[in-house]
């Protein structure tokens, strides 16, 4: 036996340990081996018999259906017989590997574990009780809901009342283990729980006060998730519970204070929120204000007293992995971005310390707060602001800029008022000596950067622009992100506000190029792309395009195709093609061969991973994804001059087989794709049509939205180009378009890349209307059945060339079946007065429609009818139309 393990200790630090392991698998009673020495080697050193049975644990994994059935059944005796070992780590690794046992389908396989572990609680010893409560805890973590099957006979309904037999035991650690227990259960509302609520909530708040911050904890936890699930129970004491919740978010223990700061954030979600808490508000604010400050271990971590650290090269671990979003084909709408629509995981600007603590959740609670009690917050805030803003310690001073940008979404309109006098102050902390400081104003800035770009632009725009582009150069790495986030997110405000200052802007972004690491270059990536898509064609300008393409040419070239840097790099050059427009065409040859290349390596990487799944890895379709819609950024921006690219390349037929993929995300681009190059270069779209419109009548499926809004803009696309030879294909798509803009669960809004609001139906409507100007005998018989879901989706879009065909076509269909419209003939009146400015030929379509029907209804029925409009619509139909 020793020999075995002699081995095995000897060489016990090394590399070689693994290669020895590799050959000690080879015999089948080295798992015997492995238990021996965890469980009964009582003369080895506690952390040598606890690597034995986490090298057993991995063995489990690995190959548990490959056991003998007596080395398993030895295994499962002895964790059993020793789960009450003298050593703490003994007993946490044997309930590891009860556990992982448990895991690989053993539940029910051990039928006597479960009545053992919870016979084993009764135990007069202390350590036995203690390590079948951490198997416990542990099995309840990992197979929750098998606990609550028919499978193993529900034993929950055993186990739930005897967890609540141990809130009351004299061992905090055995506590905390109850609690935690069936804290699993919570959210699951299994059965057996719901059946004690009661009980479980009067032994919470017997524990309110324990001593043992553990058992705290679990309780702060137990509330928040009840709070989630069972309200109803809660709302009788919710007075007691808010007062308990404001103590504990003030918790010696911050892992106590992070658990029941939870529970605001949760609250607010609430209905009831604005009820119960209005009257402790007073209390609130101040300790959340409080919580957000940097602890000393925060600053430590954040290296807050380093403020040039921009020559050290960045940790790969530094780099958040990145995803990309799919191109997501989206139509001008009236609504301007909804409040807050990029903010959501904006809680506040700590990415270097992504682990959740104590100032991120209090920030957080404070903005949903803000967004709950708007500017009732106010007068419990202000007085603390003030003090906060001007304090001579940097850390309250940063908790203050912090505070006024968590406030900035739900508080703006009381904030207004302040605002030309913070705003200023604001801009001076960008170069205050602490950069931790810096980076904070950055974000905060970024907050208010909506109001900023309302005033006119010398006040207090043209200072922010200019204090934020000398921050993205600052020399601390942390200050340059925040202030190229900042930048980004001011450039999707102004738009071509920032025209005026491009040259100097182009100078900064640039310059920046050769100063960052490699993970603020990412970022530079996404502020270039986003002032693109915000000045658009005004970056065509010889000096402008000298500037920007070299740099971002020469990163191009130095990445290879494997390289995720590519996805920031191919995301902000489709923006700079498609604002570049025909700018772009000395670089975009070597740009559309690399993305077909991408495209085709990635198809041939996922077939040869289909036919030997062990010989080959799966492809990152991520790149296959943007290069999809880099091609889609060319054919956008160059137009007809990406006819030669497509003559020379292969990409209709990748794109027959992008267009059939797996992943809804390669799908959704691929259908962007195929619509720019409708528009583009038809005369390569085609010859592929009649393979190509079976694919997309099939993608017409709500469940995957953007898929299917890709699918449905590219039809309408296509039937522009085809007329009426598109008629074939009418049925294809029909029924489903109908049913798409009929469902009344459509999600309300579609938030795509641009931040804008589209009406979900629209680009349905839009595309229905196009097959109906194309093809109107073949689509009018069933005008009735989409008429008004049709003109209630179109009359928030803006008046533009979709808007305009899809409109000629419901003209022309009302002309060929003019029954179909007469029940809802007032939606269409509606619809049409949303034109601000309609083409001469289109208004006179109008005009001839709105005056058909009256002369046939005649004069009184005409009088009755327009009873109904509200007042707006009667007046524009009477100026433009005469009615």
Not at 214 to 239: G, Q, T
Not at 519 to 537: M, R
Not at 620 to 648: C, N, P, T
Not at 721 to 731: L, T
Request: aromatic residues 8%.
């Amino acid at each position: 036996m020793t020999c075995y393990w002699g081995e095995l200790t000897s060489s016990c630090h090394f590399k070689r340990t693994w290669q020895k392991l590799k050959q000690l698998n080879q015999f089948p009673d080295f798992n015997n081996y492995l238990i021996f020495v965890l469980t009964r080697l009582k003369s080895e050193d506690e952390p040598t018999r606890s690597l034995s049975g986490l090298i057993l644990k991995n063995n489990v994994k690995a190959h548990y259906q490959s056991f003998p059935p007596p080395v398993a059944d030895f295994i499962k005796q002895e964790c059993l017989n020793n789960i009450g070992d003298a050593s703490s780590l003994i007993r946490a690794t044997i309930g590891i590997l009860i556990t992982t046992i448990a895991s690989k389908g053993e539940l029910q396989m051990w039928p006597e574990l479960l009545p053992q572990l919870c016979n084993l609680l009764n135990s007069e010893d202390y350590n036995t009780c203690e390590g079948a409560f951490g198997a416990l805890q542990k099995i309840c973590e990992d197979s929750s809901e098998l606990l609550d099957s028919d499978a193993l006979n529900r034993p929950l309904n055993i186990m739930i009342p005897k967890f609540l037999q141990f809130f009351k035991h004299c061992s905090p650690k055995i506590r905390s283990h109850a609690i935690a227990c069936v804290n699993q259960f919570i959210m699951d509302r299994a059965q057996a729980l719901m059946d004690n609520i009661d009980t479980f909530i009067e032994h919470l708040f017997a524990l309110a006060v324990d001593d043992d911050p553990e058992v705290r904890k679990n309780v702060c936890r137990a509330l928040v998730m009840l709070l989630e699930v069972r309200i109803d129970r809660l709302i009788p004491h919710m007075h007691s519970i808010i007062q308990y919740m404001l103590q504990r978010t003030q918790d010696h223990d911050e892992n106590v204070a992070l658990e029941a700061c939870e529970f605001w954030l949760t609250l607010a979600e609430q209905p009831i929120c604005k009820e119960v808490l209005a009257s402790h508000l007073v209390q609130l604010i101040p300790i959340l204000v409080n919580g957000m400050k940097y602890s000393e271990i925060d600053i430590i971590l954040l290296k807050g007293d380093v403020e040039e650290d921009e020559a050290v090269p960045d940790s790969e671990q530094d780099i958040k992995p990145r995803f990309h979003k799919s191109r997501t084909v989206t139509l001008p709408h009236e609504a301007e971005r909804p409040d807050g629509s990029e903010d959501a995981e904006d809680d506040d600007d700590d990415d270097a310390l992504s682990d959740w603590n104590l100032r991120k959740c209090s920030a957080a609670a404070l903005d949903v707060l803000a967004n709950v009690f708007r500017e009732e917050l106010l007068p419990h805030l202000l007085p603390l602001l003030k003090g906060l803003l001007f304090h001579p310690e940097w850390v309250v001073k940063e908790s203050g800029i912090l505070v006024l940008g968590a406030i900035a979404e739900g508080c703006m309109q009381g904030m207004v008022p302040y605002l030309p006098e913070l705003i200023p102050h604001l801009i001076q902390c960008l170069s205050d000596k602490k950069a931790l400081v810096r980076s904070i104003a950055c974000w905060t800035l970024s907050r208010y950067a909506h109001w900023v770009v309302s005033q006119p632009p010398d006040m207090h725009l043209k200072p922010l622009m200019t204090e934020l582009l000398k921050r993205i150069l600052d020399g601390n790495k942390r200050v340059q992100e925040a202030a190229c986030s900042a930048f980004a997110t001011l450039e999707e405000e102004a738009c071509t506000e920032l025209v005026p200052y491009l040259s100097y802007i182009l100078d900064t972004l640039v310059f920046a190029f050769g100063k960052y690491q490699h993970k603020n270059l990412l970022i530079l990536y996404d502020a270039i792309g986003t002032l693109a898509d915000s000045v658009g064609h005004h970056l065509n300008q010889p000096e402008y395009i000298q500037k920007l393409m070299p740099p971002l040419i020469q990163k191009w070239n130095e990445l290879k195709d494997e390289d995720k840097d590519l996805f920031p790099l191919l995301e902000c050059l489709s923006s700079v093609a498609t604002a570049l427009q025909s700018g772009f065409l000395p670089y975009c040859e070597p740009v559309y061969q690399r993305c077909v290349t991408l495209v085709q390596k990635t198809l041939a990487q996922a077939m040869m991973y289909t036919q030997h799944p062990e010989q080959y890895e799966a492809p990152d379709k991520d790149f296959m994804i943007v290069a999809l819609d880099l091609l889609s950024g060319l054919a956008e921006g160059l137009g007809g001059h990406v006819e030669q690219l497509v003559a020379r390349s292969n990409i209709m037929t990748l794109l027959f087989q992008c267009m059939q993929d797996s992943m809804p995300e390669v799908r959704q681009s691929s259908f962007a794709l195929l619509g720019d190059l409708t528009k583009a270069c038809f005369i390569h779209v085609k010859p592929c049509i009649a393979e190509f419109m079976p694919i997309l009548g099939t993608n017409l499926n709500p469940e995957f939205i953007s898929v299917c809004n890709n699918a449905t803009w590219a039809i309408g696309e296509i039937c522009m180009q085809m007329g009426a030879e598109m008629q074939p294909y009418v049925q294809m798509v029909l029924n489903n378009l109908v049913e798409i803009i009929n469902r009344p669960n459509t999600p309300k809004t579609l938030l795509e890349n641009t931040g804008r609001l589209t009406s979900p139906s629209a680009i349905p409507a839009i595309t229905i209307g196009r097959l109906g100007y194309v093809c109107p005998q073949e689509v009018a018989p069933m005008l009735q059945q989409f008429i008004r879901p049709w003109c209630t989706s179109l009359r928030n879009i803006r008046d533009n060339e979709e808007k305009d065909s899809a409109f000629r076509g419901i003209c022309m269909m009302i002309g060929v079946n003019p029954g179909g419209v007469v029940q809802d003939f007032i939606f269409f009146c509606d619809a049409v007065a949303s034109w601000v400015s309609p083409k001469d030929d289109l208004r006179d379509m109008f005009y001839k429609i709105l005056h058909g029907f009256k002369d046939q209804v005649g004069e009184d029925n005409w009088q009755q009818f327009s009873e109904q409009f509200p007042p707006l619509l009667k007046e524009r139909l009477a100026a433009f139309y005469g009615v």
